[in-house]
C-alpha cells in the first residue's frame, strides 16, 4: 500500500502561482511513477502530468505544458507540482497518483484524497 497526502491547495487569483505537495508512505517511493491529475466541477478527472521514478521523464498534458513543473525528491518521498500562470480553467481538485509503471495512459494504483485548487479572476 501507498498512502498519499497532498496540500499547497488554495485560492489564487489568475495569472498567480502555486505549488502543490504530495507526500508519500508505505512501499519504496521510488519504484512509483507519479502524476498529477485534476477534476473540475461536472467534469471527468483528466490526466495533467507524470514523472518517472527517476525523474528523467516527464509527460505533460498539452493544457499546461509550459506554465506547470513536476518534481520529485524520492529521498523526502515527495513529488511537488509548481504552477504558473494559473487561469481560472485551472480550478479544480488536484489528485496525486502513483502508478507501478511510467506509461500512458498513465495507470493509477493509489490515489490521494485531492486538495482544492481555485483560481479567481
Known amino acids: 500500500q501507498v498512502q498519499l497526502v497532498e496540500s499547497g491547495g488554495g485560492l489564487v487569483q489568475a495569472g498567480g502561482s502555486l505549488r502543490l505537495s504530495c507526500a508519500a508512505s508505505?512501499?519504496?517511493?521510488?519504484?512509483?511513477?507519479m502524476g498529477w491529475f485534476r477534476q473540475a466541477p461536472g467534469k471527468e478527472r483528466e490526466f495533467v502530468v507524470a514523472i518517472s521514478w527517476s525523474g528523467l521523464n516527464k509527460n505533460y498534458a498539452a493544457s499546461v505544458k509550459g506554465r506547470f513543473t513536476i518534481s520529485r525528491d524520492n529521498a523526502k518521498n515527495t513529488v511537488y507540482l509548481q504552477m504558473n500562470s494559473l487561469k481560472r480553467e485551472d480550478t479544480a481538485v488536484y489528485y496525486c497518483?502513483?502508478?507501478?509503471?511510467?506509461?500512458?495512459?498513465?495507470?493509477?494504483?493509489?490515489w490521494g484524497q485531492g486538495t482544492q485548487v481555485t483560481v479567481s479572476s
Open positions: 508505505g512501499r519504496t517511493f521510488s519504484n512509483y511513477a
Open positions: 497518483a502513483a502508478g507501478r509503471r511510467y506509461e500512458f495512459p498513465f495507470t493509477t494504483d493509489y
